[in-house]
């Protein structure tokens, strides 16, 4: 299996980590986000604040995942070979 270099500046390579796993999450996001949005519409529920509520919730998981993401890979940079 082949892998893409390793940027050699670790700022760098933490800031494309932080980017690539906020993408992921954000992914992820949209998905329960439709979920969410189609659900009222196959049972008989009713779209409130609270479905806003937990879209946001996911959104600011997906901001707070790609932060941790940035300081560990700034604190731990993948190895040189």
Do not use: E, H
């Not at 494309?16 to 949005?37: E, M, P, W, Y």
């Amino acid at each position: 299996m082949s892998y893409p270099p390793v940027p050699a500046d670790a700022s760098t390579d933490a800031r494309n980590r932080a980017f690539r796993t906020l993408i992921q999450s954000l992914g992820v996001d949209v998905l329960a986000a439709i979920v969410l949005a189609v659900t009222p519409l196959l049972a008989n529920v009713n779209w409130d604040k609270s479905y806003w509520l937990a879209v946001g919730a996911l959104a600011a998981r997906s901001a707070i995942t790609a932060a941790v993401s940035w300081v560990a890979r700034k604190v731990l940079p993948p190895a040189t070979t």
